[in-house]
Structure formats: C-alpha cells, structure tokens
C-alpha cells in the first residue's frame, strides 16, 4: 500500500515513536492520521490532518468505540506499550501481569476491532512495534517486558496467519531502544525515533512483513539460529 492517501490511526501518539510515526505519515501525504492516547489532552495537533481519539489498550471499549469513529482506516500503527522494570522473579505478579495485558493482549484487542475495518478499504496494513527484546533477555529489569514483547511478537505471526488471503499486510518492527521518554533511564546507544517511523513505513510500502530499523536487532535476528552462548555467554 502507499502512505500517501492513506488513513492511518497510531496508538501512543502522544509522544516518542508513536509522534514520530504521525509526523512521517503526514510527511507522506497521509489523508487523515487519528492519533489515539489515554488522555486526548496530551496529543500535539499541528496539522488539520490529524484527529485526536482517546484509546486505552486496557479499556476494550474505548477500543470498540474508537473503531466505529475511525471507520475509513487502512493502516493500523500499534505503538502504545508500557515499562513496568518487573524482574521474573521478585517483582509483584500484578506487574508482569500488566506488561502482558498491555502489549499482548491489549494490542490483541485493537487489532481485533480493526481487522474488519481495514479488510472492509480493500486494502491495508497492520503494523505492531516490537522489540529486540522479543527475541532475547537482557538486563534486570527488563524480563517482564522481554516475555511480553516476545508473545506479541508471535501473536503478530499469528494474525498474520489468520488474515492470509484478505489483502492485509501484518508487520513487525523490532528496535533495541529509541531516543524517548520511556527509555530516558536506560543507558546504552538510542536511535531517533522518527528513524523507527520512516524505516516501518518504508517496508508498508515495500510489502515487508518484519522491519529491522538498528544494528543490535540486526545482530540479535542472526544469532538465534546459532549458539546461544552468542547471546548469553
């Protein structure tokens, strides 16, 4: 599919990638961009192209909801996530818990409510933010996050599958980290964000069902076929 003319919704747009991800699509002379968050409020409207939506990824009905207003999307951007820092064996239950309803089942959610809207354009494409993390754990911290990220990222195979045959393209972008206000504690090299953003949208228009936007992702992706010592050793 082209960006341009497109109409695209991003979640997390408020911010970080999830602002980036506007940014580009209006750059690419998307027609309309609803941009979604918890709070409305917090979204930067610069562009008469840009409609504010209030989506929850925790609150399915603010996700129904979303779907009927935003009824002429083709180009899904899920972005929204969460860090809660939970460790796999000390951290409360409840925190590991969040970080999978958030990113898996959450994103499950909107994909469920908007899979129909865009198969219903003829056309479209569905693209989820993942992680270098889905493939690998690394630093305390983070291995919450890692198993939340890595069921996401085969429920984004899964859909995949599931809508073979509808016109949907369904891709997966995975980064280590980018320069944003979720990643401020964390150290180590950070991409900009609005890389995230153009390297995604370039693959929608090139077909391509995963997009490797950084060189550790790029690194992690050709290990795991090896060693695992490579990673862990």
Known sequence: MHINGATALVTGANRGIGKSFVDELLKGGARKVYATARDVETIDIRDS????????????????????????????????????????????????????????????????????????????????????????????????????????????????????????????VHLAGADTDMMAGVDGPKIDPANVAKGSLAGVEAGAIEVLVDEPSRFVKASLSGDPARLYG
């Open 49 to 172: 192209r840009v409609i504010p939506l209030r989506l929850d990824l925790l609150d399915e009905v603010s996700i129904k909801e979303a779907a009927v207003v935003a009824s002429d999307v083709d180009l899904l951007i899920n972005n929204a996530g969460i860090t809660t820092g939970a460790d796999l064996l000390t951290s409360p239950m409840g925190e590991i818990r969040a970080d999978l309803e958030t990113h898996l089942f959450g994103t499950l959610r909107v994909i469920r409510a908007f899979a129909p809207v865009i198969e219903a354009q003829g056309t479209g494409a569905i693209v989820n933010v993942l992680s270098v993390l889905s493939w690998v754990a690394t630093t305390e911290g983070s291995g919450s996050y890692s198993v939340a990220k890595a069921a996401e990222w085969n429920m984004t195979n899964g859909v995949r599958v599931e809508l073979t045959g509808r016109n949907i393209l369904v891709q997966g």
